[in-house]
């Protein structure tokens, strides 16, 4: 036995346990990859259905009732602080 069968040896181990060493990579990767696949089109499924829920509240009657119930509040507000009587500093608003 000379050194160029230890060489030969050595040159098949190395190739042996390279080819295992990719083999189990490309599984994990594939494996990674049919994961985060899964993940954004539960992303994308997701973000479709807050898209189109978003877009029936500007549609519908929701943000007409919400103005009104606005503008409404607005309206007695300013009403209000017309009858209200200005309170200075330091002084009490009990007589």
């Known amino acids: 036995m000379g050194i160029e069968w230890f060489r030969d040896l050595s040159i098949i181990i190395m190739a042996i346990t390279t080819s295992v060493v990719l083999i189990f990579i490309t599984v994990?990767?594939?494996?990674l990859y049919r994961k985060a696949d899964s993940t954004l089109q539960l992303v994308k499924s997701t973000a479709k259905i807050v898209y189109n829920a978003v877009s029936l509240i500007k549609q519908g009657p929701l943000t007409t009732i919400v103005s009104l119930i606005q503008g409404i509040r607005s309206g007695i507000e300013s009403i209000s602080s017309l009858f209200k009587k200005e309170v200075k500093k330091g002084e009490s608003t009990n007589e």
């Open 28 to 31: 994990l990767v594939y494996r």
